[in-house]
Nanobody, 122 residues
Framework: QVQLVESGGGLVQPGGSLNLACAAS????????MGWYRQAPGKQRELVAT???????NYADSVKGRFTVSRDNAKNTVYLQMNSLKPEDTAVYYC????????????????WGQGTQVTVSS
């Protein structure tokens, strides 16, 4: 069993930055692939970024060049550095983990975090 705990959300002005973290406990095999999703009010949950244990990354087009996903395998923690934030980035951000990349990308990972709110507003 794996538990994912996100932190780092909050209120930020447009153009600002936030760094989210997701700490995983439990089986390291189950966190072979970790990723971030977000869900804005009234919208479907969407993929933001993924990263494998080897460091291969994948980003949604809407965040490329602004967001960076990274991980510390020793701490079993994944990060999402968000720069140049826009009001449309406002959402609840969820951490996800699975043994397989396909499951995370398809939105059906074995494990989800509880979510952290990110609000971009002046």
């Amino acid at each position: 069993q794996v538990q994912l705990v996100e932190s780092g959300g909050g209120l930020v002005q447009p153009g600002g930055s936030l760094n989210l973290a997701c700490a995983a406990s439990g089986s390291r095999l189950s966190t072979n692939v970790m990723g971030w999703y977000r869900q804005a009010p009234g919208k479907q949950r969407e993929l933001v970024a993924t990263i494998t244990i080897a460091g291969s990354t994948n980003y949604a087009d809407s965040v490329k060049g602004r967001f960076t996903v990274s991980r510390d395998n020793a701490k079993n923690t994944v990060y999402l550095q968000m720069n140049s934030l826009k009001p449309e980035d406002t959402a609840v951000y969820y951490c996800a983990a699975d043994t397989q990349d396909e499951s995370v990308v398809a939105g059906v990972p074995d494990y989800w975090g509880q979510g952290t709110q990110v609000t971009v507003s002046s």
